[in-house]
């Protein structure tokens, strides 16, 4: 495994508290954020919305935006 440098921002409190935990725990504060992001479940990485994926095929496949916009004009017509 190839290690890279990474820069991070995080409050101060923050990073008081993660070298101390380092420290007692006799790590350093690299290894330590290693080992969490490691922890970290592999994910799928989503290429649409979670609303995107939950209206998908409530709209035809052939419709337009022109259709889409009618649609609206009618449905929110006062």
Known sequence: MENTKLTIRIS????VK????????NTSLSRLVDEI???LPEQKVRKTSKIVERLSGSLSPSASIE???????KKYRA
Do not use: I, V
């Open 12 to 15: 101060k409190s923050r990073l």
């Open 18 to 25: 993660a070298k101390a935990f380092a420290k007692e725990n």
């Open 37 to 39: 992001l490691g922890q």
């Open 67 to 73: 259709d889409y916009k009618d649609h609206l004009t």
